[in-house]
């Protein structure tokens, strides 16, 4: 029975709904689909006929789509069809949706019809509108051209004149400068092009400026409202080529911005070639004089003094020209272009005198190495004779071996040796000899090309010769080696066959212990009778072996020291085959050794051998005893723990046991005796037995672990499927609880609607119950998993019965996830009807909140259609209607979410009936949200239409009301403005003005009046007015505004324009004041200040402590209530000051010390321009702002197309014009600023100029007057000095009667040119003052005070050249006398002390009496009857302050030569009398006892002298007869030491110390060099404890080895033996010593050695660790510390006589580092000093009294460094000593008494500090003038 199809109520009581048939499901769902396909068909063919109707109707009206409104009505005829097909394809895809599968493919046939129209009806509407923005653009882009185009040509004809006049202003610009380079040297011409050129440039840039100013404003005027592309484009090129002609003028005009400084650059350049010519021209000169030097020179046979005449001129010459260049280079750096190039020419004469110089040079360079060349070659042969010599004596040792005799073995080798020694000798000197000459050779290539080529023959020849003599040495070096070969080998072969005899007698007496079977009936004596016997034996065949071996090493040493790299020699073969017989004999004896001491050996290894088998027998039982206990668990799982531990412990000691029997096994299977070998065999065969049984034990363990593992295996899956059942059962029970509470109805669904509180109880635990059930399953089929994978592990045979088990197992719980899937629907069910309610619930509140939503926008159309409603109110309504509609857009979107999601998840899930019907629901919910959707969209079309309306209001009313306030705020500047009016003299009188207000403050400073004062001479007498008639009469005589006396700054017609600036304006209108106020004239007195850069005001003068009173900003004025005062502590100008703002008072800095300004001079009229040009910029940037704020606004809208905000776009357009008249009105008021600005710079500039120009004048009248008046002084002096003085400048002999008158005379003049000297300098140096003044002034009163000064100094420097000239042969005359008086005194002391028999100290000690030195009078006494008085007076006068020192009175009276050339030396004076005694060498010095005397026969300068060498008294030739000399006169030998020098008692180098001279101290050279014997000695290499410095030593015979101990790993140092029970005193550091108190101990317990010490560096005592129990040394004995027993110097180097470290003390410790070597050293040089003997080495050079300061010190009154410093000695200045250099003991210092070259000064000052570099350095010293 079926329900019927129609008349159904909805509700009950309702009417019929027509609509709702009733009927089989699927049946209805087809009728309804074939009734809406049916519908929809018609809908689309009606559509789609319009549609195609449409597109042939637009296709009419379009044409050839060239009318834009054609194309606008093709396009609405189209535009309708085109939303309602889309409006009917979304519906047939709504449609479409769920539809049976055969409507389903109708309906996709419908909308693909529909497709293909909408494409082409879209394509057709896309072509149209395309077409008609192209049409528009074109009928935009033809207008806009041709307004463009028009207005282009209005603006180009402006532009075009504008450039034409600026082109033509730069020529003329350019016409003035080049008349500066017509000029030329003519300065007044040139400066006044300069000016021309100035002024005519200056007003072509500011043509330039204004052309380029007309074309930008232009170029801005086209860029915003040309519209046209094209036009645009033309506009931009004509801009560019313009504002290019514009560039190009500017360019032309960047030269004459410089042109001052270029005729500045001129004059610069030509007093700089002037200067450099006036030290060019003397360079010349002396190149010249070197050329004439050099010219005088031969080119062969030259002599020392030529060379070194020629050399002293070129170096004279090449100083200068050097210091030539040293000037162009300075003056060439950071020089302009102009002065480069004039420079240049004066450096090709530089460079012609250079290269005169180098030709110089070369020839001087030919001359010295002809002199080098003799000196090589005679060297070269000394050279290669010393090789002939020690050759020949190589020869003669080798006289025994070829006599024809046999030579016994200790002759043989005593006479190697010595041949040996010889042969070494030669090759030595041969090597020497072969390194000389080659050097010679490189030296001899570097000769000019003649030379080099004769003496590299030469050299060649000796080469040669000297190969022959190397030949001969090295054929007698074969002979004597093969000769010492054959005495080794037989000296060794001798040693080695006693020693084979003493082994074979070792053999013999150890013959009795060969045999073990006889050993065992020997008896104890006998025993040890045979063994005493073989160890007698055997200690002498030992002994003899090591006697052997050390002799053959020994020999084996030398041979591999000769063999080198070249493989074994005969000798080592020789010596090889010894060494082997060596070995044999000593391995006989080992052997035989070997078998005496292993008998105690035997017999343990017997008791050994019983001992392994005692327990190995135990070992077997222990197998035996752990195999019964395996055996007994193997089969029984169930065993109790004890019995399994029980059989795991005796498998592990048993295991254990046969780990150490195998160690002792393999250890006796490695013994050397047989006997233990075998036994360890069959010990090895019953150990293997026990192993076997072990590994079975182990197998059984390992099999019972396995059972034991499958049956836990079981249990637990067991326990995790009892667990799963139970909550599967559990879950059950819930089940029933809940379907038992909660019945179904007839559809099958709950029949509660869930809601009751027992119902959603029982359905929560029923989750849980699923929820637990659901995870027990999953944990038992993981466990069940992870089981199954762990047996497989396992041997089959042991896990197939639990395999089966576990697959039993699996079912169950299979099961048991069947009966829980069934409780798991019930739940699911019940949540679907929680989220159907849930949906529709929801659908409810979207349905509420759309229908507010569509009440707000109804609400909102019936405000909008009202005409007088508001922008706001119309956006508030907007607001209110937005916020309903995103309410409910909001709710929709996530229910149209929710429903999508739920169903997915059902579309997932199984396809039964009730999952359809719920989808069905669903659609049904969503087709409901999508009708509401719409209506939505729709409402947010209409708020958005109104928001556009509410949007434009605004706007509009926005731009307006900035326009306007703009216009307000152009009006404000204008009234600012009104003042630039005013005519151009009342702008200037403002000018005059000012300066006519600080000439009265200047005067009132000047007279000291007050204001008030000054205003009561301006008023009248009843009135409190200026009156203009006093204001003129006061004005006129004020000096401060007159240019030059009775001259005034400013004429009657400018004093009444600023009188006019005086009166203040009144704003009564009609009324115009003509007298100025009393009160006006001291307001202007008030001194004002503007502030120029933000900066606080403090309470005091003072800024450090004060605090802040007021903060001041930009451009505030402020008046003056101080003068300015200084800060004392920042030295900053500082003024007290009120705020006219606010009236606050306090202090401000005025300036800052780099020119940074706070506070300027206040001017009103400055002020006020200043004010309009703030007004001006401000309103720029307003007017920016405003166009920047519409363009913005516009922005937002241009998008816009059509609508309100479109329509707004041409209403704010239309207030662009009133933009443009603002921008005009500013730009007229610039121009005014601008104008105004330049009025009153070119008044200030002009009143300035007129200022400064009067200042000048009275500057100039002042310097040139004074340098005129002391020109004049000066030249009456000159006419005084320079007569008195020229004659004495010429040769003057000291005569013997008016000499004491022509000294003085000298004296005199020399004083007065000295005093002139001075004069000058001071006069120039107030010239160059003056001419500082007036360097700059290109014109006026100071350029013609420049050019009068400069007129003067030039005769200034005429006459101080003359001057210099005239002072300096005066001095040269003066000092040539001095020199001859000298030379008398020291003849005259030397004629007395020969006469009287005195040597230089006798002589001393007579004159000086008791005093330190010879006082000046007592030696003029001495020597008044042997001198003119005037040779007294300038020999001694240096000497009048400091008396003549020892030091002095040697240097006069001995006389020491030095030998240049070796020469004999004879007994006799006559030549031929006697035989030379001995040969000077090179360098020698010699005391000259008889002066020098000539030898009739030959002819010869002849000298008695005293070699310093040997002290020995013989006649030396001074000169050869061909002129050459073999002695040349020298100083007296001192010499400075550089390092610290050691002083010996005597000759030899080992004796005792005298004393150590400091670096900087002298030494006095009385006897040597003498070279000391050749020696060896032991140098030991060693650190010295006390400060680890690291040294050599000589001897070990001081050094005495130290028992101590010496830690060499860090340890503690504890209190007691036992380290458990002491506690740590300190750490021991390696290499600290430490001294034994107890013999060390063995700590048993722990395995170590300890042993009691003191500590040397604390003196603590405690017990260390010698040894610890791995065999680490801690703590040793040392054998490397010894005791120092008497002082040892320590040095850097290996070689005796380096570097001194310091000196070891007796008693200090010296660790050795290495062993001692002997040390081969060469005599040292011994010289003899007056304090003892001394090496000479390379720390010492020879010293002279002359120094020169190298680092500035002081010149103190005596020796002690911290007494009264007189004076500074300056870096470079020279002084002489007059004494040798003493040590200051209170300060460590070395000093010396020195008298100053530059004034005589005496003193003492410092030569060397103890560490660090010198202040004085030692001249060398000078050749002493010919005797």
Known sequence: MTPPGEGWKIPWDGPVR??????????????????????????????????????????????????????????????????????????????????????????ATLANQLRMTQQTLTQNLGKYRSAKTQA??????????????????????????????????????????????????????????????????????????????????????????????????????????LLAKIQAAQNKLMPLRNVRQDLQQRQMAQQIVKEVSESLTPAEQECEAAGQAAAQVPATGATQEQIQGSEHAYMKANDALNAVKRLVNQKKMGATPVTKEKLGVLEERIKKADEKLQKIQQGQKEAAEGVALQSLL?????????????????????????????????????????????????????????????????????????????????????????????????????????????????????????????????????????????????SQDEVKTAADATEQAEQLASAAIVEARKSLRARQD????????????????????????????????????????????????????????????????????????????????????????????????????????????????????????EAATKLQDRLTAVQEKLDKAHASLRLRGERVAVKDVLDECRKYIQDTEAAVKTSSAAEAAFLKSTPLNSEGKDGQDGAGAEGATLLAELEAAIKAANSAVRTATAELGVKRVSLKRIPPELTSTAMAELDELQKRLDEESQKLASSKKIVADRQNEVVKKDMAEKLIIVQKLFEASKAATAKLEAQAAQDDVSADALATGCRMASIDQRAASDALVELQNILGNRQKEISRSSRDQADTSTLGEIANQLQQCDDIQKDLESQRVQLRDHHDKSAAKRLLKDCVGLVEKLE??????????????????????????????????????????????????????????????????????????????????????????AYLCLIAPVEVPGETPTEAAKADLLDKFKARYIVTNAIAMTDRLAMRGGRIAGRLALNDVVQALEPAGKDEVSGLARIKVRAEKDGKEGYVTISTINGKKFLETFSGTSMAIQQVEEAVNGMSDALVSTAKTLDGKL?????????????????????????????????????????????????????????????????????????????????????????????????????????????????????????????????????????????YAAAGPLAQAASAISSIAASVDEQDEKCKKLLASIQAQRKRLATEARVAVADALRAAAKKESLGAEALFDKLRKDSPTI?????????????????????????????????????????????????????????????????????????????????????????????????????????????????????????????????????????????????????????????????????????????????????????????????????????????????????????????????????????????RVRTRKDDKEGWATMKGNQGTSFVEESTSHHLVKAPLQLEGAFRSGSAFIRQLEEGEIFETLDAPKTEKKEGDQRMRGTDGWFTFGKFLTLWSPKYRCLRATDLTESLDAASTVSRKIVQGELVEALELPRVDEASGLVRVQVRTEKDNSLGFATVQESQGPAFLEALSPERPSER
């Open 558 to 677: 030398e041979a591999r020291a000769k063999e080198g790299y070249g493989g074994p020699s005969a000798l080592s073969q020789d010596l090889s085959a010894l060494q082997t017989r060596l070995n044999d004999a000593e391995r006989e004896v080992n052997k035989q050794m070997r078998s005496c001491q292993n008998l105690d050996q035997r017999i343990r290894a017997q008791k050994r051998g019983e001992e392994a088998l005692t327990k190995m027998a135990a070992l077997e039982e222990l197998a035996d005893k752990s195999t019964e206990l395996v055996a007994k668990i193997a089969e029984d799982t169930q065993a109790p723990d004890s019995s399994v531990k029980d059989a795991d412990d005796a498998v592990f000691e048993l295991s254990k046991e046969i780990r150490n029997s195998q160690r002792n096994v393999d250890y006796q299977s490695r013994s050397r005796e047989d006997a233990v070998r």
């Open 968 to 1057: 307000k705020q152009m009006q404000g500047c204008d009234k600012a403005g009104l003042f630039l009016n005013r005519a151009e003299n009342e702008l200037a009188g403002a000018v005059y003005l000012t300066y006519v207000i600080e000439a009265i403050q200047e005067s009132m400073q000047r007279t000291s009046e007050t204001a008030e004062a000054i205003a009561d001479k301006l008023v009248g007498e009843a009135s409190e007015k200026v009156s203009l008639e006093k204001w003129l009469a006061f004005l006129k005589d004020l000096p401060e505004l007159q240019a030059v006396e009775g001259v005034p700054l400013y004429s009657p017609e400018e004093l009444k324009l």
């Open 1195 to 1335: 922005q937002g809208v241009s998008h816009r197309k059509s609508g309100p905000l479109a329509d707004v776009k041409a209403e704010v357009s239309k207030l662009r014009p009133q933009i443009a008249t603002v921008q005009m009105n500013l730009n007229a008021l610039k121009k005014k600023v601008a104008s105004g600005k330049k009025l009153l710079s070119d008044t200030d500039w002009s009143e300035r100029s007129r200022k400064q120009e009067a200042i000048d004048k009275a500057t100039a009248s002042k310097i040139q007057g004074s340098t005129e008046k002391a020109w004049a002084a000066m030249q009456t002096q000159l006419a005084e000095v320079f007569p008195k003085a020229e004659p004495l400048a010429e040769a003057m002999p000291v005569g013997p009667v008016d000499g004491e008158r022509s000294v003085d005379d000298l004296l005199a003049s020399e004083q007065a040119l000295l005093t002139l000297s001075e004069a000058f300098v001071e006069m120039q140096r107030n010239i160059a003052d003056n001419l500082d003044t007036v360097r």
């Open 1415 to 1651: 006082p000046v009078q007592e030696l003029n006494s001495f020597l008044a009857p042997h001198l003119k008085a005037g040779e007294l007076k300038l020999g001694l006068e240096r000497y009048e302050a400091s008396g003549f020192t020892k030091l002095c009175l040697c240097s006069a009276v001995q006389d020491y030569m030095k030998c240049v050339k070796d020469i004999a030396m004879t007994p006799e004076l006559d030549i031929k009398a006697g035989q030379s005694t001995r040969r000077l060498a090179i360098g020698e010095f010699c005391e000259v006892v008889e002066p020098a005397a000539v030898d009739e026969g030959s002819s010869m300068s002849r000298v008695k002298c005293r070699p310093l060498v040997d002290l020995s008294e013989g006649f030396v030739s001074v000169k050869a007869s061909t002129g050459s000399p073999f002695l040349e006169r020298c100083a007296k030998p001192f010499y400075c030491c550089r390092e610290e020098l050691l002083v010996q008692a005597a000759f030899e180098s080992s004796s005792s110390e005298v004393k150590r001279l400091r670096p900087g101290q002298v030494v006095e050279v009385l006897e040597g060099p003498r070279r000391e014997t050749a020696s060896e000695c032991i140098r030991v290499k060693g650190r010295s404890v006390k400060d680890g410095k690291i040294g050599f030593v000589t001897g070990t015979d001081s050094l005495e080895l130290l028992k101590v101990f010496v830690c060499r790993q860090t340890t503690a140092l504890t209190s007691e033996f036992d380290i458990t029970k002491s506690k740590s005193l300190r750490k021991l550091e390696p290499g600290e010593l430490l001294d034994i108190l107890e013999e060390a101990k063995d700590d048993e317990k722990r395995s170590l050695s300890r042993v």
């Open 136 to 241: 528009e653009q074109q009928q935009k882009s033809a207008e806009a051209e041709q307004r463009d185009n028009q207005a282009w040509q209005d603006m180009l004809p402006e532009m075009t004149t504008k450039i034409q006049a600026t082109e033509e202003a730069v020529e003329k610009a350019l016409a003035t400068f080049e008349s500066i380079a017509a000029a030329e040297d003519d300065m007044t011409q040139a400066q006044n092009a300069v000016q021309e050129t100035e002024a005519a440039a200056k007003a072509a840039e500011q043509t330039v400026a204004e052309a380029r100013m007309l074309i930008s404003s232009k170029q801005n005027v086209a860029k915003q409202s040309f519209q046209s592309a094209k036009v645009q484009q033309q506009a931009g090129q004509e801009f560019g080529q």
């Open 18 to 107: 027509t609509t709702l048939v009733v009927g089989p499901k699927d049946q209805v769902q087809q009728v309804q689909a074939q009734d809406k396909l049916s519908a929809f068909g018609k809908e689309v063919a009606k559509l789609d006929a319009e549609a195609r109707t449409a597109i042939t109707q637009a296709q009419t009206l379009a044409g050839d789509m060239s009318s834009a409104a054609s194309l606008q009505q093709a396009e609405q005829v189209l535009a309708p069809h085109s939303q309602a097909m889309i409006d009917i394809q979304r519906k047939l895809a709504e449609s479409q949706r769920g539809q049976p599968a055969e409507v389903a493919r109708s309906f």
């Open 378 to 522: 005679q060297e070269s042969q000394e050279k290669l004779q010393a090789v002939k010599d020690a050759v020949a004596k190589a020869h003669d040792a080798e006289a025994p071996f070829i006599m024809g005799v046999e030579v016994p073995l200790d002759r043989t080798l005593s006479a190697v040796k010595a041949c040996e020694t010889l042969a070494t000798s030669s090759s030595t000197s041969a090597s020497i000899a072969r390194m000389f000459l080659g050097t010679k050779m490189l030296e001899a290539k570097q000769f000019t090309p003649s030379l080099s080529a004769k003496a590299l023959e030469k050299i060649k020849e000796f080469q040669a010769e000297l190969d022959g003599l190397v030949k001969r040495l090295t054929d007698l070096k074969a002979k004597t080696a093969e000769r010492k070969k054959g005495a080794l080998v037989k000296e060794v072969s001798i040693v080695i066959k006693e020693a084979e005899d003493l082994s074979a007698k070792v053999t013999e007496a150890a013959s009795v212990f060969a045999d073990d079977s006889k050993l065992a009936s020997l």
